[in-house]
């Protein structure tokens, strides 16, 4: 079985960096098309980013476009965003998410705070 585990995450100022990594163990991920979402206090769960399975085809909430960037390597089986530019607004615990067909599987979670 699928097991997803997400890192990268913590304290940042805002204008900082941070980048977060879904490791994938179980099940190799190249058939899977990998997203990225979040959950800020009080508010439902929205995507972030996605990548396809072969990484050719990648898609960005209008709220991070230009700040984060979505990336996987198939041979190290993981997925990374890379989050710059960070508001406070993007404070939320982020978590990646595996999808194939009626297969979907969800991590942990990680927490980013962007706070001065």
């Known amino acids: 079985q699928l097991q997803l585990v997400e890192s990268g995450g913590g304290l940042v100022q805002p204008g900082g960096s941070l980048r977060l990594s879904c490791a994938a163990s179980g099940v190799t991920l190249d058939r899977y098309g990998i997203g990225w979402f979040r959950q800020a206090p009080g508010k439902g769960r929205e995507g972030v980013s996605f990548i396809s399975n072969g990484g050719d085809r990648t898609n960005y909430a209008d709220s991070v476009k230009g700040r984060f960037t979505i990336s996987r390597d198939n041979a190290k089986n993981t997925v990374s965003l890379q989050m710059n530019s960070l508001k406070p607004e993007d404070t939320a615990v982020y978590y990646c998410?595996?999808?194939?067909?009626?297969?979907?599987?969800w991590g942990q979670g990680t927490q980013v705070t962007v706070s001065s």
């Open positions: 998410n595996a999808a194939v067909g009626v297969l979907n599987y």
